[in-house]
């Protein structure tokens, strides 16, 4: 049989339980094609299992595939059971519709794939195989706590064409067909769906707090809320188990520590790190220290009021069989997470966590959602990524100590046997675009965090001045690191942040602007130099003249005139006059001259004249120059 990918089963999973609406219904469709796929004559229930999850990625419980073929195969007499030996009798018939339900389903899946890879190689990622993509879509869909190198690109791909007709429903199916197939797979009685059975408590992580009492945003507190309802719904029910909200100790410890670093900031002592959306939350409104121990007041009666409380002490180590904190285990996860860089005493503290979820349930794990009475749950990767590994899970179907609010919300609504295309309203975290901007929320988060941390650092060692710290903190304040504010047009500026080199890039780019700056301030001052030395140039004939003018003034003054009018006294001279009167004329007339004349102010005006003169032939020049 051609490979056939989970994604695609989902889908088809979807379309069947909307013909059919009774899961046993729809598994044994699966099951049919199986045996006529493989012309099987005889086969056993742990075959079967094994030949679902290599036709269809299907891995499921054997407990389920046994009901499935004793209450509708068996009983049917379209098989015989002897000795654990299923065998196939002459009223077996396979499904008439199963082939076109699939093929159409396969046929969507390979469109989105398609194009996806056809996204990702038009955005740079240009020798990437198809497979690598399938993987990552999958990986994306099923695993979130696995940080997937391509899930940017996919979320970016998902939120380009959100508004595409069509393309949401055909991703729909998927998503709801997955909810069914995990729901189905953490369920060993299928029987007992619309009804809750055993207690069960809860913990929240201190981020689930948050989005609980809105310091968050918007969203979260959506995502908690549908989530919420959900428990509120089985609590209603009298008859059945309750679902109790709580959150640990290690868990109040991070809250209070929370709101000290809050009152640090108001006090002036600390900064805000732009990706805390539930700090930048308590700190606006906050001037003194006392008003962010109000804002903590109203935080833990907001959780009252919604019935969450922190847990009761108890003694979690008295029976060493639930201890999960083993060096063994201990040296298996650290060598695991060894390329993710996660730090040894994370593990090891997540571990105890883990040790009071399996104290709680007495190290039974594979009994169904609704009788594992107690879980952990977190949005962080790490201890959903320690939750899945080998070292302290127990494998398919076991469900994990911790998960994310997702996972806990698709398995209330399938043990609620809510189902789709009713009146019940489908939580938000159902919905891919939703998703799709949780992951680019999520990304953007942690770089802004990361840049925010790198940046006081480097500030603090005088590697980036004031300005550069301004700037980056004005940069990364705009970025979207709330989903609400994820958009087509926000993309481009995520892709700013999850640069590596964003900080460094920052930095060149204000050397390269101030060296810019200078060199243009170089250049102006040059040009303005050979401007001014032009208009010397232009101007020098003209200045020439009026020197030349004025030279000639002075000289006609002090020179021509006076000895114009001595000439002119000595034509006035007789032979009767008297040496002594001559020497008294020319006495009285130097005197006269002397007593007239002021060199000073006739230099002075001489040096206007020239200077009009001067002036009105640069203006005829430039009006000459302009026509």
């Known amino acids: 049989m051609e490979e056939v990918k989970l994604l695609a089963s989902a889908s088809v999973l979807r379309v069947l339980y909307d013909e059919k609406k009774d899961i046993y219904d729809v598994l044994v469709e699966f099951i ?118 391509f899930a940017k690109d996919i979320a970016n791909y998902i939120i380009k064409f959100e508004n595409e007709p069509g393309f949401k429903d055909k991703l729909d199916r998927i998503e709801e067909g997955l909810i069914l197939y995990t729901g189905i797979r953490y369920s060993p009685d ?14 929240l992580d201190s981020e689930h707090l948050f989005n609980a009492t809105g310091l968050n945003g918007v969203l979260y507190k959506t995502l908690f809320d549908d989530f919420n309802e959900l428990v509120n719904e089985v609590n209603r029910n009298k008859k059945g188990g309750r679902i ?123 009994v169904g959602i609704d009788r594992i009475a107690s879980i952990f749950l977190t949005e962080s990767w790490l201890p959903q990524r320690m939750a899945f590994s080998s070292h302290v899970h127990d494998g398919n179907g076991a469900i994990p100590f911790a998960t994310n609010i997702e996972f806990i919300t698709e398995k209330l609504w399938f043990k609620l046997n809510k189902g789709f295309g009713g009146k019940s309203k ?30 006081s650092d480097k500030y603090a060692r005088g590697e980036v001045d004031k300005d550069v710290l301004a700037r980056i903190h004005h940069e990364i304040y705009k970025a979207p690191s709330r989903p609400e504010d994820v958009s087509i047009a926000s993309i481009a500026m995520a892709h700013d942040f999850l640069n590596e080199s964003y900080i460094e890039r920052v930095i060149n780019e204000k050397h390269l602007l101030e060296k810019q700056a200078s060199d243009g301030q170089q250049a102006i001052a040059e040009l303005a130099t050979l401007r001014y030395q032009s208009e010397l140039q232009k101007r020098a004939p003209f200045k020439a003249i009026a020197r030349r003018q004025y030279a000639w003034l002075r000289i006609l003054t002090y020179a021509i005139i006076p000895l114009a009018l001595i000439y ?47 002036r009105k032939a640069i203006n005829k020049a430039l009006q000459r120059t302009s026509r």
């Not at 009804?195 to 913990?203: A, K, P, Q």
């Not at 919905?431 to 990361?450: E, F, G, H, W, Y």
């Open 426 to 455: 489908k939580p938000i975290s159902f919905d891919p675009i939703i998703r799709a901007k949780m992951t680019i929320s999520n990304q953007v988060s942690k770089s802004v965090s990361s840049i925010y941390r790198d940046l």
């Open 32 to 149: 049919r094609q199986t045996i006529s796929g493989r012309s099987l004559s005889a086969f056993s229930s742990v075959e079967c299992v094994r030949y679902l999850d290599e036709d269809f990625g299907f891995l499921l419980p054997e407990a389920i595939i046994k009901s499935c073929l004793r209450k509708r195969l068996v009983q049917t007499e379209a098989l015989t059971l002897n000795n654990g030996i299923y065998s196939v009798s002459n009223n077996f018939s396979s499904s008439s519709t199963f082939n076109s339900d699939f093929q159409e389903s396969r046929n969507e899946y390979d469109e989105i794939v398609q194009r996806l890879h056809d996204f990702c190689s038009d955005n740079g990622l240009l020798n990437i195989r198809k497979e690598e993509i399938e993987e990552s879509l999958e990986t994306y869909l099923t695993r979130p706590d696995k940080n997937d190198k």
């Open 190 to 203: 299928l029987s007992t769906l619309g009804s809750w059975r055993g207690n069960l408590i809860i913990f």
């Open 244 to 366: 109790e909200l709580k959150y640990l100790e290690e868990t109040s410890s991070d809250i209070e520590s929370f709101f000290y670093a809050a009152e640090k900031i108001i006090e002036r002592k600390g900064t805000i790190d732009p990706s805390k959306t539930a700090m930048i939350n308590i700190c606006n409104g906050c001037k003194y220290r006392s008003d962010v121990l109000t804002k903590k007041a109203e935080f833990i009666a907001k959780l009252a009021r919604l019935n969450i409380s922190q847990e009761v002490r108890a003694e979690y180590y008295s029976n060493s069989d639930f201890n999960v904190e083993g060096s063994d285990v201990l040296e298996g996860l650290i060598a695991e997470l060894a390329e993710s860089n996660a730090k040894n005493d994370d593990i090891s503290s997540i571990l105890k966590i883990f040790t009071k979820i399996n104290v709680l349930r007495k190290g039974e794990n594979n």
């Open 568 to 614: 002119a006294m000595l034509s006035l001279y007789s032979p009767s006059d008297s040496a002594l009167s001559i020497i008294f004329g020319l006495a009285s007339f130097v005197s006269l001259v002397i007593s007239i004349f002021r060199p000073k102010k006739i230099d002075s005006f001489y040096w206007r004249l020239s200077k009009y003169w001067y």
